[in-house]
């Protein structure tokens, strides 16, 4: 599978720490619809899915997100909307959600709670496995997100280093946290994604294609030739460390 994420731009005043575009969340730029629909025209045949993501989605203009929504799916039948729901007012109708959770390591956390509480639409939530997740006994994690009326599945990812966070945990910790997870008796569907991994390209809002890569265990993104899709994967690292 190879997954194009489109990042229209990277502004966004939350700042978490685990965040890989950390410091460029004062950067406004917003990607050019226009070049959008001519870099999907030429490329979007070689992705398998395209996700629409951020920076914040929801605190910019909601005609500028619907314009990139309607010329993504103009090229695509799998596309899908990645977002924290800070503004539950800002839902568009022509894509699927895949909501970012991850209880406290991220701002403004309760009233993204309520927001999730109210979403009319049906979605998916990833939930990063950093260190502050481990705080969470994992029952309790799955009995809150159980009171979700419009949750469809959560999806367990983890947090791989990078020049901005250092995070490091051992692989033991996290195989008992999941443990955990596997062995609850509540109703939850739910995948692991490092069990299942994509290949995974970047659109900046400078309309520059980035592949990542991890070096010495560290997720980087490095710009590319968009010709040479095909001649880069995304390795990742062999022990998974947060």
């Known amino acids: ?51 629409i993501s951020g920076g914040e989605l929801s605190l910019i203009s909601s005609s500028y997100v619907n314009e990139i929504i309607k010329i ?22 022509d894509i699927n959600y895949n909501i970012s959770y991850d209880f406290k390591a991220r701002p403004r956390v309760m009233e993204a709670w309520e927001n999730l509480l109210k979403f009319p639409k049906k979605f998916k939530l990833t939930i990063t496995l950093s260190p502050l997740l481990f705080k969470y006994y994992p029952n309790r994690i799955l009995q809150t997100l159980n009171l979700l009326p419009n949750l469809t599945e959560v999806i367990f990812r983890p947090f791989y280093k990078s020049n901005s966070c250092q995070y490091d945990i051992q692989r033991k910790f996290l195989d008992q946290f ?38 010495n265990e560290l997720r980087k993104e490095i710009e590319i030739n968009p010709n040479e899709i095909e001649n880069y994967k995304t390795e990742y690292p062999n022990k998974v460390k947060l």
């Open 1 to 51: 599978m190879r997954n194009l994420i489109i990042t229209p731009t990277y502004s966004c005043p939350f700042k978490c720490k685990f965040c890989y575009n950390l410091d460029k969340c004062d950067d406004k730029t917003q990607l050019n619809p226009s070049d959008l629909n001519n870099f999907l025209e030429k490329y979007s045949n070689k992705f398998d899915k395209i996700i």
């Open 72 to 93: 993504v799916n103009k090229h695509t039948n799998n596309s899908e909307i990645s977002s924290y729901p800070i503004i539950n007012t800002k839902v568009f109708d």
């Open 178 to 215: 999941m443990s955990m997870i596997k062995a609850s008796n509540l109703r939850l569907n739910y995948k692991i994604s490092f069990e299942n991994q994509c290949d995974e390209f970047i659109l900046t809002p400078y309309n520059k294609l980035n592949a990542v890569v991890f070096e």
